[in-house]
């Protein structure tokens, strides 16, 4: 499934659309920029798991530009979006699904709404553990995306929460279904079973931002002693 027809909407839409989606998505990837600060070795090759239209990625380029860049992605059309903005910034991109693409070895791993279109958890956890195996001992993961509280009371609260923003854009019925749809062809893994797949993969896992269901978590590989 291309992220057109996931989203319902044209890819030239997507940096505008994206955000009457997703609430705070600019600070989100902000956030996410700003977790690389917790590596404890330069970083020369960053890793963007489903890189989409680059926008992760391109905020990575302005505070890293020593790094190079690798980004994989299963869509076509997205990594064509990224080719452009990426323009001028050294970049490899692959055309694979994240689950057949080689990682290379880097010193930060970064996605963003991309991994919760793993559908298992046993698929979940083998990603980290490769993760984990490419990035270099002082290396950084940082994953941003939706995460819902394990706590129903929490949970039903962030939705609406989600389903408000999304009301600022669109109607009621509409918001809804695009919520609905999402629960279809999404899994979200809640923040607890997340930090807990990514301690198994040997991870140091912390909590970078956080604002309803939305979160960035950082996980650190540990630096040999």
Known sequence: MTVSS?????????????RTFI??????????????????????VVLDLGIGSGALAWRCAQVQPQARLVGIDTDAGMLALARRRLRGVPTVLVHKDLARAA??????????FALHHIPT????????ARAFAALS?????????????????LHARDRATWRAHLERSYSRRAAEAFLRAWARED??????AEVAML???GFRPDLAWR????AVVAAYRPSRR
């Open 199 to 201: 301690r198994a993969a």
């Open 103 to 112: 990682f290379p070895r880097c010193d930060a791993i970064t996605a963003s």
């Open 6 to 18: 996931h989203l319902g909407i044209a890819l030239s839409e997507y940096d505008a659309r994206i």
């Open 211 to 214: 604002r309803g269901a939305f």
């Open 137 to 153: 001992p002082g290396g950084v993961f940082v994953n941003a995306d939706c995460c819902p509280a394990s706590n129903g009371r």
């Open 23 to 44: 609430p705070d998505y600019s600070l989100m990837l902000d956030a996410a920029v700003s977790a690389l600060e917790g590596a404890t070795r330069p970083l020369r």
């Open 187 to 192: 899994v979200y893994f809640t923040l607890d």
């Open 121 to 128: 958890k046993r698929q979940k956890a083998t990603l980290y």
